[in-house]
């Protein structure tokens, strides 16, 4: 099938040739027939249009087994009908694909066991895992528990979790803009290099935000008081001048995107849910250090998962 169009390529320096290897990597999406899963799909095709790759839609035969069990009462079904309800589910998402993104190439791929591990293990050839956030099977536990984080921390090439967009997501200051959350690590940066080549693709702007927690010291006799105010001006000083250091160089490889910084002196998760509200989407790494070090780790990851207004990607370090 022959693609229409081009794929917009950034200004790299020497050395970047792999931002391009994956930038035309093909997308796997994780695919149920779920609503959750439609709207990945959905994610996925538009991505792949932009990036003019192809999309493999993937199912998990647990999916399959949760899927129809129910139908057939105790002992279950054969494997032969596993295979079939699994295959039918598939069909329908290749002829959706079909249909909505005809220019888009297009496969197909049943896995047997964990959704989760063979998620994992497309990555190894993917640019992008996409999955919902809701959908039926092994793939409804995505975001409810010990598969989102497993993902999220073995994850071998970026993880995207669909939200729906919702009326209430259209207020934020960042609405209609990609926004990358900002900590100083190896891993936020490799966050804003796909912020920026997702904000370039879609010809929208960027927003860093980076956030810092204002503490509260031990006083006399074991009163609590606030920072006082020189040193908040100090701290928010030097988070501006590392949010500048790790900008700087960016704008001239993406011209076309118009690059913001916002420092908010705030809890991390707080400042990147209020961020997120209409925005096009939300980067952030799987790990780092300062505020955002727990990002996907425990109970933080699951808050900016559960409560983000937008389309969530995480990226994962590199293998090299």
């Not at 494997?79 to 297009?106: C, F, H, M, R, W």
């Not at 497993?150 to 997501?169: D, M, N, S, Y």
Request: glycine letters at 12%; hydrophobic letters at 45%; a negative charge.
């Amino acid at each position: 099938m022959t693609l229409t169009g081009s794929v917009p390529t950034p200004n790299l320096k020497e050395g970047d040739n792999r931002e391009v290897a994956m930038i035309h990597k093909p997308i796997v999406v994780g695919f149920d027939g779920s609503s959750g899963s439609r709207e990945a799909l959905e994610w996925a095709l538009d991505a792949a249009r932009l990036r003019g790759v192809a999309v493999e839609i993937m199912f998990a035969l647990d999916s399959a087994t949760a899927l129809v069990v129910p139908m057939y009462g105790y002992g279950g079904p054969s494997e032969e009908v596993l295979i079939k309800e699994a295959e039918t589910i598939l069909a329908d998402g290749l002829a959706y694909a079909k249909s909505n993104a005809p220019t888009v190439p297009v496969s197909t791929t049943l896995k047997q066991g964990s959704a989760v591990r063979a998620l994992i293990a497309a990555g190894q050839h993917a640019s992008v895992a996409v999955v919902g956030t809701r959908g039926l099977g092994t793939f409804s536990e995505l975001l409810l528990g010990s598969t989102s984080v497993q993902l999220a921390a073995h994850g071998t090439c970026p993880t995207v979790v669909v939200r729906p967009a919702t009326k209430e997501g259209y207020s934020g200051a960042q609405a209609g803009r990609v926004v990358v959350g900002i900590d100083g690590s190896g891993l936020a940066k490799q966050a804003l290099g796909l912020g920026l080549a997702e904000a370039s693709l879609r010809g929208v702007g960027l927003t860093a935000v980076c956030a810092w927690d204002v503490p509260y010291l031990d006083l006399t006799g074991g009163r609590v008081g606030s920072m006082p105010s020189d040193l908040i001006a100090s701290e928010d000083q030097e988070v501006r001048a590392m949010l500048g250091e790790i900008v700087a160089g960016w704008q001239e490889r993406y011209p076309d995107v118009d690059i913001r910084r916002e420092v908010v002196a705030s809890k991390p998760v707080d400042a990147l849910v209020d961020a997120s509200r209409g925005a096009e989407l939300l980067v952030v790494g799987s790990r780092g250090r300062g505020g955002f070090k727990a990002l996907l780790l425990g109970s933080v990851s699951h808050a900016v998962l559960h409560h983000a207004q937008c389309t969530t990607a995480i990226v994962h370090p590199r293998g090299d």
